[in-house]
């Protein structure tokens, strides 16, 4: 029982301590890419590629306006025991590909 109290005391601190890289990470990563002028938005490989961030409506006139890049591993699969880190990546897709949208298409998420 110790063990387990441990292990789920370990894991929140990595959890706590690792957020900041994360937002850090995202805030570098957008500077870069503003600064460079590449507005591509972040699309999960695999069938469909969405974006995410991007309303359902505007997918594909997005990518094609915008382009796309993809993170690794950052797919249509989610293996067992990896759901946060996939949730970790949707949040960070989500919050980079809606700032880009401000760039590269203004008028269409003002509608």
Do not use: H, W
């Not at 789920?8 to 959890?15: D, H, I, T």
């Not at 994360?22 to 957008?30: G, P």
């Not at 969405?50 to 006139?61: I, T, Y």
């Amino acid at each position: 029982m110790a063990q387990v109290s441990r292990l789920v005391a370990s894991l929140l601190l990595l959890q706590i301590y690792s957020e900041p890289v994360v937002a850090a990470s995202l805030a570098e990563a957008i500077k870069g890419s503003l600064a460079a002028q590449d507005y591509r938005l972040i699309v999960r490989s695999g069938r469909g590629g969405m974006a995410p961030g991007v309303v359902e409506s505007l997918q594909e006139e997005a990518r094609t306006r915008c382009g796309v890049r993809y993170l690794e591993g950052f797919g249509d699969v989610i293996e067992i025991g990896k759901e946060g880190d996939f949730e970790r990546q949707i949040d960070y897709a989500t919050r980079y590909n809606q700032r880009m949208l401000e760039k590269c298409m203004p008028k269409a998420i003002a509608r």
